[in-house]
């Protein structure tokens, strides 16, 4: 998986700064349109983590979106984000390490089936138990935005405006963070074992290590994603943690490119467009995304950022190369 | 716990476990045969469960509908077979998922456009619906014996076409070394159009048996594809004789956890599972592992 290079780093600030600004251009539905975007963004960026640099492809990792959402239900209300975003990003990933240990002890589609079940376990814990509230959601009361005794009111009229810049504000950490990571040791060493993990093992990796190391961080990203979700729109249920939105994130990063790190922000904002003209266009918004993702995976298997994938080929390292560097 | 009471329980959970079966052999014959991961396999015993619906309202007659049922099942998986899978064996297995997951969306609106979105109840056929005494305190009902029998019947048969016939040796060939089947002269793709279209017919067949026993409803088959996976899991892939045993121990490890803890409700297989990956992650019934 590549980092995008100056020119591409260039293209994603510039489209930052337009979402940025669209509380100036826009209308508030498509503000609020916008921030749901920036949050499917976050979800497709924390799956990329396992799915484009490990090649772990999970059907469970709505699972910990949904946890981080509904911690935000769980926590006292009224509670500083500075407080609740960590602690949602630290349930998820106390959630994904138990599921990440079990589910790495197999490969391949056993990953996948195994991630999918305990997966669905974790969404029947909230449909069936009165622990979430019920099967239908309940609302949740957003956390304050309040830093070192600073609180800082908004009016109702300027939400959708804060919380875009809040939502694009944490999707550009994410992003920044992920693209640090990826040239460390740790990226390094991930991207060999998409590559040939039995290699890696001979190098003297602990790689299932690594791997659930992996799985823990993009748990906890998840988490943060989730939190931002029931942030956004005040509201949580079950659905946050059903498979579909697991394979819906695949979907994401498909349709923005397995190759580049920043594809799935660019699948994010596809999909999210998508949906919104399919439900103007029809009623029937499944037998459209239905058919696109059929197209995409019959016609343009390396996704979007895929098309321009020659030209950012050069930029990638030899990972296996970099990673065997290691005494 | 009173014993006519712990019988039933135990008779629904074979008769759940067996329909399962149905359904996970379909899934780990095409994963060990082909390589392929069928998300959409819930949907074609969804697709099987309407087809009963439907039939038996316009016809009066559920009987019709399992032979139906089965011959449109080895129709439809040979068309879909020939039109898109084969284009997926040598995929990733993301391509796979999102091929499957399309088709569970086109399935459904498929479903919705033809019969809607309610929930329906079938009849079980007017001959099987009475009880049959078991003890002098205790009495089941026919249809779900009849269901059972059918179920142990597909089985056998399964059986015996996997160990008896030159077809079944070739698929069991496919199954453990792929690679054997070319070098044998054998057709493979001839081999992998059977194995899907008879992993489709017994999916829409448990759908069909499945009907009369609980609602018909959109995404019913969501709940048994997971399940499925749970037994392919705790089976061990590729293997029949896995999905079998795995499926009678899910169906009654699921049907007495929620009789009798009800507290656990639905978590109990989950439960099972991780334990089985942890003792045995190749699966209980896999070979050699």
């Not at chain 2, 479903?111 to 109840?121: I, K, T, V």
């Amino acid at each position: 998986m590549i980092v995008a290079s100056r020119a591409g780093h260039a293209a994603l600030a510039l489209a930052a700064l337009a979402v940025a600004l669209m509380p100036l251009w826009a209308s508030g539905y498509h503000v609020q349109l916008a921030s749901t975007a920036l949050v499917a963004a976050m979800f497709a960026l924390s799956l990329q983590l396992l799915v484009g640099a490990a090649g772990m492809v999970s059907l469970g990792h709505a699972a910990f979106f949904g946890i981080g959402a509904y911690a935000v239900h769980l926590l006292p209300a009224g509670l500083s984000i500075l407080f609740t975003l960590p602690a949602s990003a630290l349930l998820a990933a106390a959630a994904a390490l138990p599921v990440g240990a079990l589910s790495l002890r197999t490969r391949g589609f056993f990953f996948l089936m195994t991630t999918l079940a305990f997966g669905q376990m974790l969404f029947f814990l909230f449909h069936d138990t009165p622990l979430g509230g019920g099967k239908d959601g309940v609302f949740v009361s957003r956390p304050a935005l309040e830093a070192f005794g600073f609180a800082f009111e908004v009016p109702r009229r300027s939400r959708p405006t804060v919380l875009l810049l809040l939502n694009l504000g944490v999707l550009a950490a994410m992003y920044a963070g992920l693209a640090a990571l990826m040239g460390t040791l740790f990226g390094h060493a991930l991207r060999g074992i998409r590559e040939n993990e039995d290699r890696m093992r001979a190098l003297g990796y602990d790689t299932r290590r690594v791997k659930l190391a992996a799985f823990v961080l993009a748990g906890a990203l998840a988490g943060v994603a989730g939190h931002m979700s029931a942030m956004t729109e005040a509201f949580v249920n079950p659905e946050l943690l059903g498979w579909h939105r697991s394979a819906e994130g695949l979907l994401m990063i498909l349709l923005g490119g397995l190759g580049a790190l920043h594809g799935p922000i660019l699948g994010a904002a596809a999909f999210v467009g998508l949906g919104e003209a399919a439900t103007l266009l029809t009623e029937r918004r499944r037998l459209v995304e239905g058919l696109v993702i059929l197209a995409v995976v019959l016609v343009l298997p390396r996704g979007l950022a895929g098309l321009r994938l020659g030209l950012l080929r050069r930029r990638e390292p030899a990972p296996v190369a970099a990673a065997a560097a290691e005494p | 716990m009173d014993v006519s009471g712990l019988l039933a329980q135990v008779l629904n959970g074979l008769q759940y476990g067996l329909l399962l079966f149905l359904i996970s052999s379909g899934l780990t014959l095409v994963f060990g045969v082909m390589g392929v991961i069928n998300l959409a396999h819930g949907s074609l015993f969804m697709i099987g469960a309407y087809a009963a619906f439907a039939i038996t309202r316009l016809t009066g007659a559920l009987w019709l509908a399992l032979p139906a049922a089965v011959a449109g099942g080895l129709l439809f998986g040979a068309l879909l077979e020939r039109v898109l899978f084969r284009r997926f064996y040598r995929r990733e297995h993301l391509d796979q998922v999102l091929l499957t997951f399309a088709l569970i969306l086109l399935f459904e609106e498929a479903r919705s456009a033809l019969l809607g979105n309610d929930f329906h109840s079938v009849p079980a056929p007017a001959v099987l619906d009475f009880s049959v005494p078991v003890t002098a305190a205790f009495s089941y009902s026919a249809y779900r014996l009849a269901v059972l029998a059918v179920c142990l019947l597909v089985a056998v048969l399964m059986f015996l076409g996997i160990e008896r016939t030159r077809l079944g040796s070739a698929v069991r060939a496919a199954a453990e070394k792929p690679e054997m089947v070319e070098l044998l002269g054998l057709d493979a793709r001839r081999i992998h159009m059977v194995v899907f279209a008879v992993g489709t017919a017994l999916a829409m067949l448990a759908g069909a048996l499945a009907a009369p026993l609980q609602s018909v409803y959109p995404n019913m088959g969501d709940g048994f594809l997971i399940v499925s996976f749970v037994v392919v899991v705790v089976g061990g892939v590729g293997s029949v004789a896995g999905a079998f045993w795995g499926a009678l121990l899910i169906g009654l490890v699921d049907t007495l956890g929620k009789a009798y803890v009800p507290g656990a409700a639905g978590l109990a297989v989950y439960v099972l599972m991780a334990a089985v990956l942890l003792w045995r992650p190749g699966g209980l019934f896999a070979r050699g592992a």
